[in-house]
């Protein structure tokens, strides 16, 4: 690490104290943009990565909600407004009880690179609430959601700070919270994204983040003259994103052969076909059961419980050539990265953000392995919800086949600045350094042109 590196990370520990996911998220942009600073002092001289690194505004509040039998809850509710030099802030909400200031920094900060590579004119933005959406009612997640909105809704706009979901927040939460916020601010405006399609949403919206995780891969193997047709893949979570990269990577001819939620996965050698996606799809969305149900109804598949304090995960110990990783933050470890690399895998497109932790890049990186972080091989899911605001703006829906053309436009289009910027920077094929340095710059030109305000 450089003196520069260790005395910035110094200034940001002391400052953000027992937050290690934000000096994580923050270390790990430092490191790729130094170079650009030793080119360009004028960065320094504005203070762009102190700025940068400090949310504009960080809401915390109390979200009380009852339950079905009339019992009182707490939470706590939260949203970073993190940037917005080069739009509105835009980033979504988790719902999960292992959210914290911290986390939700990391991610704001992750949001606000990941928007800018979009192309798309979008600050950085997250929230959420350590409330548990697992195990409740349809009608206590509705109050929760009210509760949540009756005070988040003072300091969101359309033109100000513009959410969608993320972990545990999902269409049937978005409906309650855009009900909540309709009812408040008597007007019907583009809000949120990841809305239902009769009420303001866009088609391939659901599909975008998992969608474009796997355009992300598809554009990385070209670089080598391959494609996904007959590789083997590694998909965890079992939500929207791992859903959705499941169905584009049949489409592309590839076979998943696993799948997870938080108690552990299932390995199925045959490949999770469509049907079996259906199935997943409604146990997950529907039924809202966990995944081991999987190997109830098919027999060739086998379930592995994982114990978190493992000191690996087997899911990442099968032989493969891609990774989609698509549950949670720091899922893969650096004993993970090792067995992805010796079982073959030689691809990894993150669905999640930020699911390698800093060792098991660094083990991706050294291999030259065809690595893309999640803050670009994910861009797709923001990316279509800013498509959904020009579409709200405009009062008019794309189709289908128009936003997914647009979609598969941003993420070639992403990965083209993530290649060049490598390149130009002196680390070609880093795909780290160049979703950076490519975010970083068109931010931090924006603040230059606004001044110290920017
Ligand atoms: P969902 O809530 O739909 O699904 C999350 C999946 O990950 C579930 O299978 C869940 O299992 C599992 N999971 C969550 N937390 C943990 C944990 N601590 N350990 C193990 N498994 C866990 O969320 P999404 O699919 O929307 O999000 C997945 C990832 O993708 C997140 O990192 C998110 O930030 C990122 N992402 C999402 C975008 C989107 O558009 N939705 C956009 C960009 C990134 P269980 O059901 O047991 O909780």
């Not at 998992?210 to 893949?233: D, H, N, P, Q």
Request: charged share 25%.
């Amino acid at each position: 690490m450089s003196d520069y590196v260790a005395d910035f990370m110094a200034h940001i520990k002391a400052k953000n104290p027992s937050e290690p996911e934000f000096h994580q998220a923050v270390k790990e942009v430092v490191e790729s943009v130094t170079t650009v600073l030793d080119k360009h002092p004028e960065y320094r001289k504005a203070k762009v990565l102190e700025r940068i690194s400090e949310p504009e505004r960080v809401i915390m509040f109390r979200v009380p909600w009852m339950d079905d039998q009339g019992g009182y809850h707490v939470n706590r509710g939260f949203r970073i407004e993190m940037n917005s030099a080069i739009g509105p802030y835009k980033g979504g909400l988790r719902l999960h009880p292992s959210v914290n200031l911290g986390i939700l920094k990391f991610l704001a900060f992750e949001q606000v690179f990941k928007n800018s590579l979009t192309t798309l004119p979008m600050g950085g933005g997250k929230g959420g609430s350590d409330f548990d959406p697992k195990g409740k009612s349809d009608d206590e997640v509705m109050r929760f959601c009210q509760g949540f909105m009756s005070e988040l809704y003072r300091h969101i706009g359309p033109n100000t700070d513009i959410p969608a979901g993320d972990i545990g927040v999902g269409g049937r939460e978005i409906g309650y919270l855009f009900g909540t916020y309709k009812k408040i601010r008597n007007e019907f405006t583009g809000i949120l994204t990841g809305k239902g399609l009769n009420w303001g949403g866009s088609l391939i919206r659901p599909e975008a983040t998992g969608y474009g995780a796997v355009y992300f891969a598809a554009e990385m193997l070209a670089t080598r003259g391959e494609s996904l047709e007959g590789k083997t893949c590694l998909v965890s979570g079992s939500g929207n994103v791992a859903q959705y990269a499941t169905e584009k990577i049949l489409d592309l001819g590839g076979k998943v052969v696993t799948l997870s939620d938080s108690g552990g996965y299932i390995h199925d050698p045959d490949g999770v076909d469509r049907d079996k996606l259906a199935f997943v799809m409604d146990l997950k969305n529907v039924r809202r059961g966990r995944i081991t149900e999987y190997v109830e109804k098919y027999s060739s598949a086998t379930y592995t419980a994982v114990d978190p304090g493992a000191d690996c995960n087997p899911l990442w110990d099968h032989k493969a050539e891609c990774a989609f990783p698509s549950a949670t933050q720091n899922e893969i470890n650096v004993k993970d990265a090792e067995n992805l690399v010796n079982n073959g895998v030689y691809v990894v497109s993150e669905g999640a953000n930020m699911p390698t932790v800093p060792e098991g890049v660094d083990v991706f990186l050294n291999k030259k392995i065809l690595y893309g972080p999640g803050k670009a091989a994910n861009a797709g899911g923001v990316a279509v919800s800013g498509l959904e605001m020009s579409q709200n703006s405009m009062r008019y829906s794309w189709t289908r086949e128009e936003v997914d053309s647009k979609l598969h436009g941003i993420m070639k289009s992403i990965h083209k600045s993530c290649v060049e910027a490598s390149e130009k920077y002196g680390t070609p094929g880093n795909y780290v350094n160049g979703a950076n340095i490519a975010g970083f710059l068109k931010v931090a030109d924006a603040m230059l042109d606004q001044g110290i305000f920017g």
